[in-house]
């Protein structure tokens, strides 16, 4: 494990206990779907047709799936991908990121000690213009992509020409919405821990936090007081690369530009080694508003950005003002109208209530809108690259 965690933190820079963390939850994927894939695959019966004997449904692989996988988590992707994908009968062939190719090797010398069959996971080394080419391949029936929005469409749109499967996980703008009866202190938590993580590069991580403004000014407080006790190489690492820095450091900026107003953190004084050119240090934005970059797209790093909100009804209104769709939360000591507007007013795959979003091998992932087609884990997950053929007998 420490051994696989340390090539992770190598290759993409996030704490050593993170990337422990990663693995093991890898681990407890492959056993949840060892003891649960099964029950998935079992054929489902029907009411049989009139004048036939029994009418059901079986589950039958498609083939060979191409994974194209992001470098945010180079592990968990691959394996939350492809372990119910093989399970279901499938090969996988992953194009890792380019900086993640010793991880996308390692999870190849993983998946071989599980008593696989040699060959039906390959790691590709592999550059972009080469997908094409890959999923253009007769024997290739679908593919699954997790990275930007820009990949995801191109991808869909090849896959599409080719009438192949495709499940795309893209990005998120996550809202979590803070009511004004809400545990400000578990909110503010939830929001720092959920944001800092990674440094802030996960799709689900929350993006905006829309404030009941009778709650701003004390939920700011503690969001600061939270986001204090952090710890560079414990809590959070640096960015991927220089460029990743760059890019969240010019989003910040022109952010503040068109007038948000910075609580902590932006550039600051980077530590020393290797790492220092790729350091962001966790950032609390408010006054946000619709139109600003912090309110309008992702950042991929350690940014939180506080919108004010006039009443609950905005609250609602401003969560589910943007393009994206994959996940939300909702803050409040009411739990059944917490739960009710998680149901009927959060426009997000997921959503959860009094905590932070997070994946399980147990719960579907993936969202609406711009943030992707299909689903992964739990059965949904492990049905996406099957024929679901439907069975008559007279």
Not at 44 to 63: D, I, M, N, R
Not at 149 to 176: F, H, N, P, Q, T
Not at 319 to 343: C, H, I, M, P, W
Not at 349 to 369: A, E, I, Q, T, W
């Amino acid at each position: 494990m420490k051994q696989v965690a340390e090539l992770v933190c190598q290759e993409m820079g996030k704490p050593l206990a993170q990337g422990k963390a990663e693995v093991m939850k890898c681990a407890y994927l492959v056993d949840w779907y060892v003891e649960h894939g099964a029950t998935f695959l079992a054929d489902t019966e029907y009411p049989a047709l009139p004048g036939f004997k029994k009418s059901y449904v079986t589950y039958q692989p498609l083939g060979t799936v191409l994974a194209v996988m992001p470098w945010n988590f180079p592990i968990w992707q691959v394996v939350r991908m492809g372990i119910p994908t093989l399970m279901a009968g499938n090969s996988v062939l992953l194009k890792h990121a380019p900086n993640c190719f010793g991880s996308g090797l390692a999870c190849e010398e993983l998946l071989s000690k599980l008593d696989i069959p040699d060959g039906l996971f390959r790691s590709l080394v592999i550059d972009v213009p080469q997908v094409t080419t890959v999923l253009e391949h007769p024997s290739v029936q679908g593919v699954a992509l997790t990275g930007s929005e820009g990949a995801g469409r191109a991808v869909a749109a090849k896959a599409g020409s080719l009438l192949k499967k495709a499940v795309i996980e893209l990005g998120g703008s996550d809202a979590y919405a803070i009511l004004a009866d809400a545990d400000l202190d578990a909110a503010a938590e939830a929001v720092v821990n959920a944001r800092v993580a990674n440094s802030g590069q996960t799709c689900i991580a929350p993006k905006r936090a829309i404030v009941d403004k009778r709650v701003k000014a004390a939920f700011e407080q503690k969001v600061l007081e939270k986001v204090a006790s952090k710890t560079y190489g414990v809590d959070f690492g640096p960015l991927v690369h220089p460029k990743g820095r760059d890019d969240v450091a010019a989003q910040v900026a022109e952010s503040q530009t068109q007038g948000a107003r910075l609580l902590c953190g932006g550039p600051s004084e980077p530590p020393a080694g290797d790492c220092g050119k790729s350091f962001y240090p966790p950032t609390v934005l408010t006054d946000v508003k619709p139109g600003m970059t912090a309110f309008e797209t992702e950042i991929f790093g350690p940014v939180i950005a506080i919108i004010e909100a006039e009443d609950e009804a905005d609250v609602l209104r401003l969560s589910n003002q943007t393009n994206y769709g994959l996940a939300g939360a909702v803050f409040t000591k009411d739990l059944e109208k917490g739960e009710r507007l998680a149901v009927s007013e959060i426009e997000a795959g997921m959503c959860f209530v009094n905590d932070f979003v997070r994946s399980d091998p147990s719960l579907p992932f993936g969202g609406v809108k711009n943030s992707g087609l299909g689903r992964e884990c739990a059965a949904f997950g492990m049905l996406e690259f099957v024929n679901v053929k439907t069975i008559c007998v007279k």
